[in-house]
């Protein structure tokens, strides 16, 4: 035999010989991984594939298909006022709690961090919201907007201005919703903000000082660059978690007054399990989860570029 035969053969062997390994290494990388893909399969993707094949077809009063009629579910939804005026309270919904909770638990981080004496007692108020729950805190705005032993009106009755009707009134209903969403949010993105703070270097403030640089332009000029990251992190959790908002709607106006807070979350739930229209109810989930991965790539396409990483 050869020199140049015997190499051949030689490199077949240990080509086979990697083939094996990498075949073994998958093996035992899938038996670890297969706990997890378990629990996705079943909780994750099986009911994507679920609401997806529901969507396609007319479903009886047992959520079973009865009749095919493909994307008959989705134009009906776009066709529909109804959807629409929900769809447009959702926005709004969201246009409402996105700026002023990332506003106001900035403010609070900002605050938090100046170095007085007691200000950890402060940081555990601001961020105790985190330990209450939704139905909780629905529970307690639905005593502040009582029309005559609410909290809010006694306010307005102070100043001389008359009472509203807050979850009643359609003009007001949503932004009522608004409110305790935004004070359920704060405490997570209060304590994620100050942890990005205390991670600033403090040499950029001193140098900032030096040259003269007052409070304001060194909130703009280096807290706001520098906890862009986190500030753009807390974004695209906030939109994602409004777009879902649910229990505090369901507990305090029913989508009321006139839909003015049926949003599209509460919308899928009286399809499904009021009106039992589970196809219709799987179209709006499947719009949803559409338009929920559209926004946040968006976000990522525009929103990152201003992202200041050290």
């Known amino acids: 035999m050869s020199r140049g035969t015997s190499r051949t053969s030689g490199l077949k062997r240990i080509g086979r010989r990697s083939n094996n390994t990498s075949i073994k290494d998958f093996g035992s990388a899938m038996l670890y991984l297969f706990p997890a893909l378990l629990i996705f ?13 529901l969507s396609l077809f007319l479903t009886d009063r047992q959520r079973n298909p009865v009749e095919f009629i493909g994307l008959q579910n989705y134009i009906d939804m ?31 981080a900002v605050l938090a961090h100046v170095n007085l004496k007691g200000i950890k007692f402060y940081k555990v108020i601001y961020s105790s919201t985190l330990g209450v729950s939704v139905a909780a805190s629905a529970m307690i705005f639905r005593y502040f907007y009582h029309p005559d032993l609410g909290l809010f009106n006694k306010i307005l009755s102070f100043f001389n201005i008359g009472k509203i009707e807050w979850l009643i009134d359609p003009d007001w209903a949503l932004f009522a919703i608004a409110i305790p969403t935004v004070w359920i949010h704060i405490g997570f993105n209060f304590i994620v903000l100050t942890g990005g703070l205390q991670n600033i270097p ?11 640089a007052g409070w304001w ?44 807070t049926n949003l599209i979350v509460y919308s899928i ?42």
């Open 217 to 260: 332009r060194q909130l703009l000029n280096i807290t706001i660059p520098q906890l862009s990251p986190i500030l753009f992190f807390v974004t695209i959790i906030l939109v994602i978690g409004s777009f879902q908002s649910f229990a505090q709607i369901d507990l305090l106006t029913g989508g009321g007054p006139s839909g003015a």
């Open 78 to 108: 776009f066709l529909s006022e109804d959807f629409l005026s929900t769809l447009t309270a959702t926005f709004l919904f969201v246009l409402y709690i996105v700026p002023a909770t990332i506003f106001i638990s900035l403010f609070l």
């Open 202 to 212: 403090k040499e950029l403030y001193e140098s900032a000082q030096i040259d003269g």
């Open 269 to 310: 739930y009286q399809d499904a399990f009021v009106r039992y229209n589970v196809g219709s109810a799987s179209a709006q989930a499947i719009f949803l989860f559409v338009l929920i991965i559209l926004i946040t790539l968006l976000q990522f396409k525009f929103g990152e570029k201003r992202v200041h990483y050290q």
């Open 41 to 53: 399969s079943v909780f994750i993707f099986y009911p994507i594939v679920r609401t997806v094949y």
